[in-house]
């Protein structure tokens, strides 16, 4: 009887061995398959909000495209958070005397705020919000993008004014 019990033992051993290892080797499947979805969640947000960032940025060059109709130049003020561009001919509220005014707002929105006959605030991309805006303002003469245009230290007038450089940041980022 003695023989009999002892390799009962052993199978019984082996058998609770073989148990802790298919736990283990299970918790860590478990561990990196939740790993695997953080990651993805994560990748997810990044994409959004770069894909934000870009539609951000592509509103704003449409909007400083359509400035300076008529002659007048697109410009009417610029600081280092915000820009004030008129001249506009389209949408049809917007033409005229209408400048608009482009900022974030207290809650991150990239809005254009259109003064004139109506004032109307538009979100340039819905349901994004972005923790930084800056400009900088380049004259045709080249060097480094002055900090604003129209007035203060670091400015160049507005109206020499050839290129805008936006930095626009995800809240997230």
Do not use: K
């Not at 019990?5 to 299970?26: D, K, N, Q, Y």
């Amino acid at each position: 009887m003695r023989s009999a019990s002892v390799p009962r033992a052993f199978a019984l051993v082996e058998l609770v061995v073989v148990l802790a290892l298919l736990g283990i080797v299970a918790g860590a499947v478990t561990s990196l398959v939740g790993w695997g979805f953080r990651q993805q969640a994560v990748v997810e947000q990044q994409e959004s909000e770069q894909e934000a960032v870009h539609q951000g940025l592509s509103r704003l060059a449409d909007l400083i495209r359509r400035a300076g109709a008529a002659g007048r130049p697109a410009i009417q003020a610029g600081a280092p958070d915000s820009i004030d561009l008129r001249g506009f001919t389209r949408p049809p509220s917007w033409a005229g005397s209408a400048t608009v005014h482009v900022s974030l707002d207290p809650t991150g929105r990239l809005v254009a705020t259109v003064q004139g006959g109506n004032t109307a605030v538009v979100d340039l991309v819905p349901g994004a919000r972005f923790r930084e805006l800056r400009f900088g303002y380049a004259a045709a003469g080249g060097g480094d993008p002055a900090t604003s245009c129209g007035s203060g230290g670091d400015s160049v007038p507005c109206a020499q004014v050839s290129a805008v450089e936006v930095t626009l940041g995800a809240a997230g980022s």
